[in-house]
């Protein structure tokens, strides 16, 4: 069955640190991977996502993420963060065969931005 | 605009009465999905539709029903509602195919609270 760890629930930058959240998932084939963003109140918004190809993928918003095969990794970047990035943050697996095209989430990471 | 609209946004009631949570999506997508998001579980896969009169269940399925008459909506039915199914609700769809189809779109999501 698929998974999706995100060890960090909570995370605290300053406002232009660098920022990498992490992300690990068991699949037993070619994962679909992706990175939702959720603003309070707000719905799920896709940051990226990654299918093939190319392992270092960009997103919106500044964001970039990195599979990295070897490691069942998807972490997210982003070079300098801004105080509208406070959210929580969600990585999600999906299925590249079968019928339910079903996202395994993992638990989110919430992060804050001190001015 | 495309679009996952979901109603209500909303919704306090008491267990046991019926209710149904609205989802209609504009983009013409098979498939869709009901998710349930919960504080520190993520968001968990209630069932899905791969096409009209085509559904099936997910990791929870347990006290709701759903229904696909039409493509564009997929109702999510909880017949005698209970507290532990208070909860944040998000509809999602996405086409059918790979690659780069993949992206479910989300709904703004409906908060149930069941007293």
């Known amino acids: 069955a698929q998974s999706v760890t995100q060890p960090d629930i909570h995370i605290t930058v300053s406002e232009g640190a660098s920022l990498e959240l992490r992300c690990n998932y068991s699949y037993g084939a070619t994962p679909y991977l992706f990175w939702y963003v959720q603003s309070p109140g707000q719905g799920l918004q896709l940051l990226l996502k990654?299918?093939?190809?190319?392992?270092l993928v960009q997103g919106i918003k500044g964001f970039e993420a990195e599979f990295k095969r070897s490691q069942s990794s998807f972490n997210l970047r982003k070079p300098s963060v801004h105080w509208s990035d406070a959210a929580e943050y969600f990585c999600?697996?999906?299925?590249?065969?079968?019928?339910?095209?079903?996202?395994?989430f993992g638990k989110g990471t919430l992060l804050t931005v001190n001015p | 605009e495309a679009q996952v609209t979901q109603n209500p946004r909303y919704l306090i009631t008491v267990t046991g009465k019926k209710l149904t949570v609205t989802c209609s999506q504009n983009m013409n997508h098979e498939y869709m999905s009901w998710y349930r998001q919960d504080p520190g579980l993520g968001l968990r896969q209630i069932y899905y539709s791969m096409n009209v009169e085509v559904t099936d269940k997910g990791d929870v399925p347990e006290g709701y029903k759903v229904s696909r008459k039409e493509k564009r909506n997929f109702p999510l039915i909880l017949e005698s509602p209970s507290p532990n199914q208070t909860s944040l609700y998000f509809c999602?769809?996405?086409?059918?195919?790979?690659?780069?189809?993949?992206?479910?779109?989300f709904g703004d999501g409906t908060r149930l609270s069941i007293l």
């Open positions: 999602a769809s996405s086409p059918l195919g790979r690659g780069d189809n993949q992206p479910q779109h």
């Open positions: 999600a697996v999906g299925n590249s065969g079968g019928s339910n095209y079903k996202l395994t």
């Open positions: 990654y299918f093939s190809g190319d392992t």
